[in-house]
């Protein structure tokens, strides 16, 4: 199950950057490439931070060509997108959940402290969205918008536990589900978010 | 002839880095980084992606000295750069070329999958200037200009498949330059580009 | 003693990136992140270009909860932080003199080569601020701004050779800290900086 759930989570992250590459006009070739690392940009971190080679992606280029291929099929659907915004936030939200499970089963694989699972966690939900950012040029939008990266905390904490209390798998990951996509829709319903910090002397570097 | 090309190639891309970091007025550490990180950090992006360690630099530091002297050799000679261009111009498609070819070696050497080695070459060939150009605060040009990283893209699956059908490793490479270094001119001097990605709904993240 | 010091370093560091993370608006989560990356990413840039796995702070928890708290610890007493400035600076000061010799010894004790030695402490002492710039939108200070680099750069040769030289390792230490702190306080006082390089034309790409 957490296998469908992660390739319908790529091919949602991937037409989400390609969104974000229309709007720096870029070309079909940006577009791919933002496609491509907004989906798998998270995992690739958390492989390299943890030294987990080889890197997911390349034992399965099939998920390459997904990316790529659902970067490219948004420049054609683009102008129906709109249409599609619940569904999208609703995939996006799956996306996170699935992202975040994935990324604390590698770094729980690799003997790695707690600490570093939920980490390892939140950096696959999440990593992929700052390095699409980063490379359109602007602040990470998760360092500022509706709570996102606090709900992948939350799942990545909530999975950790119930797996060290030996509950059953499958159950693991119905809760896990749930509790995570209840949150962010209800995040992006009520446009729950964290306080933020304004600071604005000019005197420090 | 490889390793000549290769020199020339990272001197050209160390050039091309100091100018755009004298653009940002940046100082003469500036400078060097930025040559450095154009010049060597698309290999180092290939090294890093493919677990490939020691990273090559980091066994040959005189590729790091080549690169930093040539930022700031740039530094004293920029006023003259404009009546360089076409040479300049020639040698950044050279370098091109090599680089991609190189990063397809690396990752065959590996043992990766084709899809992989095609994407070593890219990333080798383009995460130089992608780096450069983040470290210099704008959107990667690469993404949205003349075609180039297209141009990556063909040389890698062109010297693939000369590879794999078994033909003479000197008629591949001279193959390969000729075909990708012509195509890389003719897009500069026609201004080939593919075609563009604009869209402006605000509604999305 | 180096210990300490770099504990007291890796605070000194997350709450300048909480600080820069505040002029961005940020909300908690963002300023978190910000603060880990500011104090911890030099060291993470460095393992994974040394490739000495396993990274160092997923060995050392608490190093994670440190540079979170002191982000955190930031937000509250962010209004009193202009009374603070100079002992924030020579915190600053003693850490970038801590990162570089750190540095040195991680890449010393892989057998690196001597110049890799000392790129490895300059990108330990300066990376964690780079990230920190990109992470906010914009042109990485250390490029432009008073010697920093520079500093990293002579402490990181000065320690080298006194290791080289067999001479007695606190011996070492005390040299290094007290030329490194000292030149960077004048360096602020004075307001020492590299000769900048500025080119204008349009013509390049």
Same sequence: chains 1, 2, 3.
């Avoid at 975040?100 to 790695?112: E, S, W």
């Avoid at 950790?160 to 990951?173: A, P, R, S, V």
């Avoid at 995570?180 to 306080?195: E, M, Q």
Wanted: proline share 2%; glycine share 10%.
């Amino acid at each position: 199950m957490l296998t469908y759930i992660y390739l319908i989570a790529i091919t949602a992250e991937a037409m989400s950057g390609a969104l974000m590459a229309g709007r720096r006009n870029m070309d079909i070739f940006g577009v791919a490439v933002i496609a491509f690392v907004t989906a798998l940009g998270g995992g690739t971190v958390r492989d390299v931070l943890l030294g987990n080679f080889p890197i997911s992606w390349t034992q399965h280029p099939h998920y390459v060509y997904i990316t790529i291929c659902a970067g490219l099929f948004t420049i054609l659907i683009a102008k129906h997108m709109n249409h599609l915004r619940r569904l999208f936030l609703v995939l996006d939200a799956l996306g996170l959940i699935a992202f975040t499970i994935i990324g604390c089963n590698v770094a729980m694989k690799l003997g790695y402290h707690p600490t570093v699972i939920i980490m390892a966690g939140m950096i696959t939900g999440i990593c992929g969205g700052v390095l699409r950012d980063l490379l359109c040029n602007r602040t990470p939008v998760v360092f500022s918008k509706e709570i996102y990266a606090g709900i992948s905390l939350l799942v990545a904490v909530l999975y950790l536990g119930l797996e060290t209390l030996g509950i059953d798998h499958d159950i693991t990951l119905i809760v896990a589900f749930s509790v995570g996509v209840t949150l962010r829709l209800c995040a992006i319903y009520w446009k729950w978010s964290l306080p933020t910090f304004s600071y604005t002397s000019e005197e420090w570097d």
